[in-house]
Antibody, heavy 118, light 116 residues
């Protein structure tokens, strides 16, 4: 059974940092592209970042470029999102999701809530 | 990159059928779209992928036969037959867009399905 489990969310002050993790199981993690997608309270889905299976190719949404860093550790079956210079508008549930170019985004985690507030 | 448009709400009676629509912006008629179901307080659940030829690949885990898709022109449809209370959810559509130098996932605004 494919499972994606996010962790690391919480309350942080504006300008602060958080590191999210996503633990993958039930599939060969190193063979799959991965993404972070977020959903602000009561809003729709917003793509945040993409990483290729090897980690060599990375893309970001303009809204987080220069502040967020995606990475992965294939030996640990884990995906990460380092979030710096956090703003109130980054408040959202963050999901890790498996998928990539011309490939269905077919598995999602349950999400972890990030709240940026003073 | 494409823009995906969904009506914000839909409703159907228990046991009836409903068709949800996701419309791609002009110029993207060959794009495939993924449908997701999101129950309150839960993460999105992949339903299936659809192109102009219909379903692409397999349905998501545990998706019943009552769910089907069609694609025509710029529209991608998700039909749910014999609607059950458990089908009351937000339904999102999404598409990947990219080439060798960029990638993005785009999503529609979601349709809230109410079961009457």
């Amino acid at each position: 059974e494919v499972q994606l489990v996010e962790s690391g969310g919480g309350l942080v002050q504006p300008g602060g940092s958080l590191r999210l993790s996503c633990a993958a199981s039930g599939f060969t993690f190193s063979s799959y592209e991965m993404n972070w997608v977020r959903q602000a309270p009561g809003k729709g889905l917003e793509w945040v970042s993409y990483i290729s299976s090897s980690g060599s190719t990375i893309y970001y949404a303009d809204s987080v470029k220069g502040r967020f860093t995606i990475s992965r550790d294939n030996a640990k079956n884990s995906l990460y999102l380092q979030m710096n210079s956090l703003r109130a508008e980054d408040t959202a549930v963050y999901y890790c999701a498996r998928g990539g170019l011309d490939t269905a985004t077919d598995y999602w985690g349950q999400g972890t809530l990030v709240t940026v507030s003073s | 990159q494409p823009v995906l448009t969904q009506p914000p709400s839909a409703s159907a009676s228990l046991g009836a059928s409903v068709t949800l629509t996701c419309t791609l912006s002009s110029g993207y008629s060959n794009y495939k779209v993924d449908w997701y179901q999101q129950r309150p307080g839960k993460g999105p659940r992949f339903v299936m992928r659809v192109g102009t030829g219909g379903i692409v690949g397999s349905k998501g885990d545990g998706i019943p036969d009552r769910f089907s898709v069609l694609g025509s022109g710029l529209n991608r449809y998700l039909t749910i037959k014999n609607i059950q209370e458990e089908d009351e959810s937000d339904y999102h559509c999404g598409a990947d867009h990219g080439s060798g130098s960029n990638f993005v996932l785009v999503f529609g605004g979601g349709t809230k399905l109410t079961v009457l």
